[in-house]
């Protein structure tokens, strides 16, 4: 079954540094999320992107956060300055047509010192 | 604000018990999703609620959805020690934007 893949599966920066989370989508899914779970609680929304736009965020995602997908696969989350609040499980999730559930990948374990 | 309500939060049962865990959700919504989550895992999807009354089962897992009320419910039958995770409702917001908000999650521990 594909599968979404997420790198790395664990990041430890500095706080102020920028970090680039990863994901390569399910090859035929059209839209793309980011959620974060901070110590396995709540799964709070981040941000979708569809068509190579945006098509909602959260008022988590604030300047310091962006998204893109340089190369038509993978799919990236940006945080330009991290905080020590940054520090969570970021996901990655991908769904097809509207209806269908959203695939996970395995998640990147953010910590922030 | 959509706001997504499980209960219970916790919940702790014995094995062979049946139990059931409420999804209340606040705006107009005609998808509802139900996903297990097993500790330091990723998600994963159990059932895919698509209309009123749609009801799905799984196993010792069942689910179903009442529109109108705003309510979804996960009835957990003769209950095992595998069935131990956080289970999390999450709805599709009825919108052009592309958005699905998750409940607080409902972590459930099977005694033996």
């Known amino acids: 079954e594909p599968e979404v893949t997420q790198t790395p599966s664990h990041q430890v920066t500095q706080m102020g540094q920028e970090v680039i989370l990863r994901c390569v989508p399910i090859s035929n899914h059209l839209y793309f999320y980011w959620y974060r779970q901070i110590l396995g609680q709540k799964v709070e929304f981040l941000v979708s992107?569809?068509?190579?736009?945006?098509?909602?965020k959260s008022e988590i995602f604030d300047d310091q956060f962006s998204v893109e997908r340089p190369d038509g696969s993978n799919f990236t989350l940006k945080i330009r300055s991290t905080k020590l609040e940054d520090s969570a499980m970021y996901f990655c999730?991908?769904?097809?047509?509207?209806?269908?559930?959203?695939?996970f990948g395995n998640g990147t374990r953010l910590t922030v010192t | 604000e959509l706001k997504v309500e499980q209960n219970p939060l916790f919940l702790s049962m014995q094995e062979g018990k049946n139990y059931t865990i409420y999804c209340n959700y606040s705006?107009?919504?005609?998808?509802l999703y139900w996903y297990r989550q097993d500790p330091g895992k990723s998600l994963e999807s159990l059932f895919v609620l698509l209309s009123n009354g749609a009801v799905k089962q799984e196993g010792r897992l069942m689910a179903s959805l009442d529109t109108k009320a705003r309510l979804s419910t996960l009835h957990i039958t003769a209950a095992v020690h595998d069935l131990s995770a956080t289970y999390f409702c999450a709805v599709d917001i009825t919108s052009g934007t592309y958005k699905y908000i998750f409940g607080t999650g409902t972590r459930l521990k099977v005694l033996a």
């Open positions: 705006t107009t919504s005609d998808r």
């Open positions: 992107f569809y068509n190579n736009e945006i098509s909602e």
């Open positions: 999730a991908t769904g097809g047509l509207r209806g269908s559930p959203l695939h």
